[in-house]
């Protein structure tokens, strides 16, 4: 697998930047108004603020952010918006808390799982469509032999939309020993589910329906996964998804991990109900 036509990107803004997807024309004409055609654009998600920013790839001007629901401001310090996708059907826009808000219920702790808001998000060119939210459950950290001090954690790092309210999503966890790191994918689909935009805290608590999972994957690479897209379709069917590893300030390499998104066996993909083999 190789790397081609790379170009460095200098955003015009000191942010805690986590996830980057290609702007679409409905998402970048409301936020560039009055700049004049700003060309390709990506949106950004950082989890200080939290916001979900526009910026120009010539240039790496800031055109503006998405609004958000207020509840996300809310987020437990470092553990805000990780995740960004954009559905390919109607453009809206993907994104999750990576661990429960401070008024939601608990992080994640040994034995013990967190719950998460992840939001679909009208584009702003339909903004008189209201933004959906839904209570997601994050497994609890996995297993480890503990070597040093500190808490694990468990939480989204990645979700990948495909389309018809169906995602693919990357969770995350990490301890203080072996293995650091534990990557899970799972099949979500969020059509038929409660929207608890309503449910203002408590979210832990909240006794409605959450969203199903059904795991896909799940690693012993022991690395950290922190992005996921979905990539060309592939010569024997499905997709190819690819998965960035942060090296977790760690003296590790960075690294790309390729997953073969496949129809699951004996289902007619829709277009792609999947699951997943192991990484290429």
Request: hydrophobic share 40%.
């Amino acid at each position: 697998m190789a790397v081609r036509d790379l170009r460095v990107v200098r955003v015009g803004a000191v942010h805690d930047f986590e996830d980057v997807v290609v702007c679409t024309a409905a998402i970048r004409g409301p936020l560039a108004s009055g700049r004049g055609e700003p060309g390709p654009c990506l949106l950004l998600a950082e989890e200080g603020t939290p916001a979900i920013r526009c910026v120009a790839q010539a240039g790496g001007g800031v055109l503006g952010a998405v609004p958000l629901p207020e509840p996300l401001a809310r987020r437990r310090p470092n553990r805000g918006l990780e995740s960004l996708a954009v559905d390919p059907d109607d453009g809206s826009i993907w994104t999750a808390n990576e661990e429960a808000l401070a008024t939601d219920g608990p992080a994640a702790r040994e034995g013990a799982g967190t719950t998460v808001r992840l939001v679909r998000l009208p584009p702003p060119a339909a903004a008189q469509r209201a933004a959906r939210q839904y209570a997601y459950d994050v497994d609890p950290p996995h297993g480890f032999v503990r070597i040093f001090a500190g808490e694990p954690l468990a939480g989204v790092s990645a979700i990948a939309a495909l389309g018809g309210g169906r995602l693919l999503v990357l969770e995350r966890s990490a301890g203080p020993g072996l293995p650091p790191f534990t990557n899970r994918l799972y099949a979500v689909d969020t059509t038929n589910t409660a929207d608890v935009a309503a449910v203002d805290r408590d979210l832990a608590a909240w006794q409605g329906r959450r969203l199903e999972k059904r795991l896909v994957w799940e690693d012993a690479l022991g690395c950290n996964l922190e992005g996921l897209c979905l990539g060309p379709p592939l010569p024997a069917g499905g997709r190819a998804a690819v998965a960035v590893a942060d090296n977790g300030g760690m003296d590790v390499p960075n690294r790309l991990v390729v997953l073969a998104v496949v129809p699951a066996p004996g289902r007619v993909p829709s277009p792609c109900p999947c699951s997943t083999r192991s990484p290429c």
